[in-house]
């Protein structure tokens, strides 16, 4: 089914080399088509993360894809078209989308085709207006609460409480009846995750010595698992903190790796997606209001902008509003 709205072209951000933030330009490309397990996405607005700079540079580029890129990873919007082969989601319903492999194009455009099993109805909790900044950090930060394994009461220690996946994980971890320690950035981050309900909320750029005492007060045996955005000396001064046996879970791309010691263990792990999983998200998600903090919004025409501000430091994520 199709909505008969849908145009043949449509406005997009594109690049047709690899490169910096300037490589990024408006364009004007045909609509794509959709197969019978695909949907049609008219995006309202898709989230920017490193992983689009690193498809611009062609470091993280989706198998398939080919010039002019369209990048973006994520966006949520309404369903313009089905495949016939599609059930689970209809013209006209609501949705976000975490797009691993696109070979047509990302969510820097009007309208993307997507593989049906990565898309999912918006749940009520998310406003709408930022819902596709939510995706793919909100899986990742479920992937790593999974890989930590915590037990409802446990205290887990999120550092970069504050960032993109962060400020999400915090959220994640108290529907899952887990006491959350955020080690967010500076005064604004702190303020953001106590919003949020973390138990104890400390500014990482304090003195090391006194974020321990604080932490150790709180948990005097110890956190059972760390979830950390970041790494660094803090971080690896933080693990003392863990029990003897805990874990320390990273998603891949964390710079410098965090240090392992004796009596812990250092995973890494990836963001994952799937139609159970993202049950599991709209199912947490759904346990009250779900906030999305978006540090700044910029129009399509202006992702290069967007790209340069990833280079500075935020709370939360930034987003591109579309339509």
């Given at each position: 089914?199709?909505?008969?709205?849908?145009?043949?072209?449509?406005?997009?951000?594109?690049?047709?080399?690899?490169?910096?933030?300037?490589?990024?330009?408006?364009?004007?490309?045909?609509?794509?088509?959709?197969?019978?397990?695909?949907?049609?996405?008219?995006?309202?607005?898709?989230?920017v993360g490193v992983w689009d700079a690193l498809e611009r540079e062609g470091?993280?580029?989706?198998?398939?894809?080919?010039?002019?890129?369209?990048?973006?990873?994520?966006?949520?919007?309404?369903?313009?078209?089905?495949?016939?082969?599609?059930?689970?989601?209809?013209?006209?319903?609501?949705?976000?989308?975490?797009?691993?492999?696109?070979?047509?194009?990302?969510?820097?455009?009007?309208?993307?085709?997507?593989?049906?099993?990565?898309?999912?109805?918006?749940?009520?909790?998310?406003?709408?207006?930022?819902?596709?900044?939510?995706?793919?950090?909100?899986?990742?930060?479920?992937?790593?609460?999974?890989?930590?394994?915590?037990?409802?009461?446990?205290?887990?220690?999120?550092?970069?409480?504050?960032?993109?996946?962060g400020h999400l994980a915090v959220q994640l971890a108290k529907r899952q009846?887990?006491?959350?320690?955020?080690?967010?950035?500076?005064?604004?981050?702190?303020?953001?995750?106590?919003?949020?309900?973390?138990?104890?909320?400390?500014?990482?750029?304090?003195?090391?010595?006194?974020?321990?005492?604080?932490?150790?007060?709180?948990?005097?045996?110890?956190?059972?698992?760390?979830?950390?955005?970041?790494?660094?000396?803090?971080?690896?001064?933080?693990?003392?903190?863990?029990?003897?046996?805990?874990?320390?879970?990273?998603?891949?791309?964390?710079?410098?790796?965090?240090?392992?010691?004796?009596?812990?263990?250092?995973?890494?792990?990836?963001?994952?997606?799937?139609?159970?999983?993202?049950?599991?998200?709209?199912?947490?998600?759904?346990?009250?209001?779900?906030?999305?903090?978006?540090?700044?919004?910029?129009?399509?025409?202006?992702?290069?902008?967007?790209?340069?501000?990833?280079?500075?430091?935020?709370?939360?994520?930034?987003?591109?509003?579309?339509?």
């Open positions: 089914m199709v909505d008969g709205d849908v145009p043949e072209r449509m406005q997009a951000a594109a690049f047709d080399e690899f490169g910096g933030p300037e490589v990024i330009t408006p364009r004007i490309l045909p609509v794509p088509e959709i197969a019978d397990d695909e949907v049609l996405l008219k995006v309202w607005s898709a989230g470091v993280l580029v989706p198998e398939g894809a080919a010039f002019p890129m369209v990048p973006g990873a994520e966006g949520a919007g309404t369903v313009a078209a089905v495949g016939g082969q599609v059930t689970d989601v209809a013209v006209g319903d609501v949705v976000y989308v975490y797009g691993r492999t696109r070979p047509k194009g990302g969510f820097y455009a009007e309208y993307t085709a997507t593989k049906a099993q990565y898309v999912a109805k918006l749940p009520p909790g998310v406003p709408v207006e930022h819902a596709g900044a939510m995706p793919a950090n909100a899986l990742t930060a479920l992937s790593g609460l999974d890989v930590l394994g915590l037990r409802d009461g446990e205290w887990v220690l999120i550092f970069g409480a504050s960032g993109g996946q009846g887990l006491n959350v320690i955020a080690v967010a950035s500076g005064a604004e981050g702190v303020a953001l995750v106590t919003r949020l309900g973390a138990d104890l909320s400390v500014d990482g750029h304090g003195d090391v010595v006194e974020v321990l005492a604080r932490v150790r007060d709180v948990a005097p045996d110890g956190v059972g698992g760390i979830l950390a955005m970041a790494g660094g000396e803090t971080l690896d001064r933080l693990t003392e903190a863990l029990r003897e046996g805990g874990v320390l879970a990273y998603p891949n791309g964390v710079q410098p790796v965090p240090r392992e010691r004796p009596g812990m263990t250092v995973r890494a792990y990836n963001g994952e997606t799937s139609p159970e999983r993202l049950q599991r998200l709209n199912e947490l998600i759904e346990a009250g209001p779900f906030s999305v903090h978006v540090a700044e919004t910029f129009p399509l025409g202006r992702a290069a902008e967007a790209h340069r501000r990833l280079q500075t430091s935020y709370p939360g994520r930034l987003l591109l509003t579309v339509t």
